[in-house]
């Protein structure tokens, strides 16, 4: 059974900083291309960043380039994401999960609540 664990959220003033991150389980983590998705309240969900399995490659949407660093460990099953300088724009939730042949694994976590006060 795959599993999401979103943690890390909170409530933060513009300008701070956050680290989320995702423990995964039920399939083979380190064989997955991990990324970070946001739903803003009323807004489709949107992919963040990403990170490949094979080479450690990353992806950033605009929005968040040089103030946002996914980074991913093996060993623990875990993806994260360091954010910093952080707006009020960035309030959202944010899921994590995983892609494969350019398919999303088909279940989502419950996702951590980030909010940025001005």
Do not use: H
Not at 3 to 16: I, L, N, P, R, T
Not at 61 to 78: H, L, Q
Request: hydrophobic letters at 30%; a negative charge; charged letters at 20%.
């Amino acid at each position: 059974e795959v599993q999401f664990v979103e943690s890390g959220g909170g409530f933060v003033q513009a300008g701070g900083s956050l680290r989320l991150s995702c423990e995964a389980s039920g399939f083979t983590f380190k064989d997955y291309t991990m990324a970070w998705f946001r739903q803003a309240p009323g807004k489709e969900r949107e992919a963040v960043s990403c990170i490949s399995n094979v080479d450690d490659t990353t992806y950033y949407v605009d929005s968040v380039k040089d103030r946002f660093t996914i980074s991913r460990d093996n060993t623990k099953n875990t993806v994260y994401l360091q954010m910093n300088s952080l707006q009020t724009e960035d309030t959202a939730v944010y899921y994590c999960n995983g892609q494969s042949l350019g398919a999303l694994i088909n279940y989502w976590g419950q996702g951590t609540q980030v909010t940025v006060s001005s």
